[in-house]
């Protein structure tokens, strides 16, 4: 079957899904997944949020990612979001798909920074977005804070686990490029379940903030660890963007633009940007290449059924 048989499918398949939820079941359907890892502040909510076209992910210090976010992107004439735990309430405000992602967030783990491998569950409908699924899951990180256990690196790092290590998942390893390509906990973690980096693709953010005369042309080229898949870079909004409201339209135009005139990069702006990483994405994510593919829904939903919008009393 291919991308357009797999795309009639997903209403069909977001149905049973619903019904499953709604007894507080888990719904194992074969359709594959992208998990998106990556260390704190590597850029992976800014990817994200790029892909739709909004600001609609918490933001801040710290681990701000505190459970697995199911992220289901599905072309759409209107624009609005909705939440597996919540399907009677349809956003059109992301500010308040921020606060309910917070609020679900806190209903688990609690507000003192607690992890949770039972995922949230959120679609987005919109004409700006290909049709994707993706798993946004915690930042790795070394040092707990908060109420965090002693343990907190390697309770995300088996968290991550559960995510990649089946051959059915399409790794999205996110890292910053101002940082030693050799260091990345992301491309690590990647290589100890696909150390052949088959299903491995890397993205390389914040080529705007390298140091003067440097550039990531060898790591973009696939040559200094090279990926069966290939390294695409991308630019986010930097915070000062972000804090100041900058479109998101008009930061992938400044991405562009970026690519065109970099001379390390221009010979391959074609290949950059998010705009290409989203048609990539789109082109793998949904295709039957894998033999086993990873359930729909990912983790133990039986044990916190839906119970309505967390945000809402």
Known sequence: MGNRGMEELIPLVNKLQDAFSSIGQSCHLDLPQIAVVGGQSAGKSSVLENFVGRDFL?????????????????????EYAEFLHCKSKKFTDFDEVRQEIEAETDRVTGTNKGISPIPINLRVYSPHVLNLTLIDLPGITKVPVGDQPQDIEYQIRDMILQFIS???????????????L???????MA?????QGLRTIGVITKLDLMDEGTDARDVLENKLLPLRRGYIGVVNRSQKDIDGKKDIRAAL??????????????HMAD??????????LNQVGWAPLWAHPLPWVVGPFSQHPPTGCASIP
Do not use: W
Not at 253 to 266: I, N, T
Not at 271 to 280: E, F, I, N, S, Y
């Open 166 to 180: 089946r051959e059915s998942s399409l790794i999205l390893a996110v890292t910053p490029a101002n940082m030693d």
């Open 191 to 195: 290589k100890e379940v696909d150390p």
């Open 182 to 188: 050799a260091n990345s906990d992301a491309l690590k």
């Open 271 to 280: 290949r950059m940007g998010t705009p290409h990483l989203q048609k990539v």
């Open 58 to 78: 918490p933001r801040g210090s710290g681990i701000v990612t505190r459970r697995p976010l199911i992220l289901q992107l599905i072309f759409s004439k209107t």
């Open 253 to 266: 135009a400044a991405e562009r633009k970026f690519f065109l005139s970099h001379p390390a990069y221009r």
